[in-house]
């Protein structure tokens, strides 16, 4: 069974920093990809950055692309984002996720199998 778990989300102040993180268990082999999506009130569920777990090859969003980044520590199975220069508007519950069967680099919200229950990010004002 496949579990995401995700942590790290916290009030900041606009300007700063903050690293969040997807434990993953349950998955049997280094092929798949781990995603990042964040759902703002009133808004849709978007992508943000995934990661190849076998490869560490990344593709994230362009309003990501200069403030976000995304790795992994493959030992501890972990995979990782720090947003640097928040803004408002990343106010949202993060949630990582999982593609399992035919993965790809994908941001799309449907090609990913197995979701966490996310961690809130509020970017003060």
């Known amino acids: 069974q496949v579990q995401l778990v995700e942590s790290g989300g916290d009030l900041v102040q606009i300007g700063g920093s903050l690293t969040l993180s997807c434990q993953i268990s349950g998955i049997g082999s280094d092929d798949f990809v781990i995603g990042w999506f964040r759902q703002a009130p009133g808004k849709e569920r978007e992508g943000v950055a995934c990661i190849w777990w076998d490869n560490g090859k990344t593709r994230e969003a362009d309003s990501a692309k200069g403030r976000f980044t995304i790795s992994r520590d493959h030992a501890k199975k972990t995979v990782f984002l720090y947003m640097k220069d928040v803004k408002p508007d990343d106010t949202a519950a993060y949630y990582c996720?999982?593609?399992?069967?035919?993965?790809?680099?994908?941001?799309?919200?449907?090609?990913?199998?197995?979701w966490g229950q996310g961690t809130h990010v509020t970017v003060s004002s």
């Open positions: 996720a999982a593609m399992r069967l035919t993965p790809w680099l994908s941001l799309r919200t449907n090609d990913y199998e197995d």
